[in-house]
C-alpha cells in the first residue's frame, strides 16, 4: 500500500501575509518587514528531500526539481534569472544536468514562481506549464507585491483540474486549488526514499 506524505511549498506569498497588515493599512500593502522576507534572495543549502526531490531556494521561496526517467521536472522557478541560476547550480550540486530540464509546473501566477522560468525554458528548450486561469491570472497582474521582477514566460501547455503529466517513469496528477489565486495547482506524484514507495502532495 502506498503511503501519502504532504510536502509544503515555502512560499511568502503576499496574499496570505497581507493579512498581518496592522488595523488601518490598507492590506494590500503588507508591513515593509514582510515585503523584506518576500525578496530575500539569501540561498538555502540545496536538499534531496526523497531519492528522486530535490529542493533548492532562498529565503524567500523554493523550487523543486523531480527526477524521472527521462529528465528533470521542476516546480516552479522562483523570482528571476539569478534564482535560476541557483537552481542550475543546485543541480549540479547533486550530479544533476540543467540540460535534463523537460518541463517547468509553474503552480501558480505570482512572480516569485514563475520569474526564473523564462531563463530556464530558453536555456534548456523546456516546455512551461500553468493553469489557463492562472496564465490569464499571471498576464494581468502587473503591480503588487507578487508583480514579476523578470519577463513572463510563455506558457505551452495548460495544467487541467485532475490532469496528468507524465515524463519518463513518473505521472503527476495536477488538481485546482483555487484560493490564493484564481487558478491555483496542486500536485499528486510518487516518491522514493530509501527505497520505498510514496505519494506525495505538493500544495501550490
Ligand atoms: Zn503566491
Not at 503588507?30 to 543549502?45: G, N, Q
Not at 534531496?48 to 523550487?63: E, H, M, P, Q, R
Not at 527526477?67 to 516552479?76: A, H
Not at 530556464?120 to 512551461?128: R, S
Amino acid at each position: 500500500m502506498k503511503r501519502m506524505l504532504s510536502l509544503t511549498l515555502s512560499a511568502m506569498c503576499m496574499a496570505s501575509l497581507a493579512m498581518g497588515a496592522s488595523k488601518g493599512e490598507d492590506p494590500a500593502t503588507p508591513p515593509k518587514e514582510i515585503l523584506a522576507l518576500l525578496h530575500d534572495h539569501t540561498p538555502l543549502t540545496p536538499t534531496k528531500v526523497f531519492d528522486n526531490l530535490y529542493c533548492i531556494g532562498t529565503k524567500s521561496v523554493v523550487a523543486w526539481a523531480l527526477k524521472t526517467s527521462e529528465g528533470i521536472v521542476l516546480i516552479d522557478s522562483m523570482w528571476n534569472d539569478e534564482d535560476a541560476k541557483l537552481i542550475e547550480k543546485g543541480l549540479k550540486l547533486y550530479g544533476l544536468s540543467p540540460k535534463d530540464i523537460k518541463l517547468i509546473i509553474i503552480t501558480h501566477g505570482h512572480g516569485d514562481h514563475y520569474g526564473g522560468a523564462n531563463y530556464l525554458a530558453k536555456k534548456y528548450g523546456a516546455k512551461v506549464l500553468m493553469s489557463q486561469k492562472d496564465t490569464e491570472f499571471m498576464l494581468s497582474y502587473n503591480v503588487g507585491p507578487n508583480a514579476p521582477e523578470y519577463p513572463k514566460p510563455k506558457i505551452d501547455q495548460y495544467l487541467k483540474d485532475r490532469g496528468k503529466i507524465t515524463l519518463g517513469d513518473t505521472q503527476i496528477i495536477s488538481v485546482e486549488t483555487p484560493g490564493h489565486t484564481v487558478g491555483g495547482i496542486s500536485l499528486i506524484f510518487p516518491v522514493k526514499y530509501q527505497g520505498k514507495n510514496y505519494e506525495a502532495m505538493l500544495w501550490g
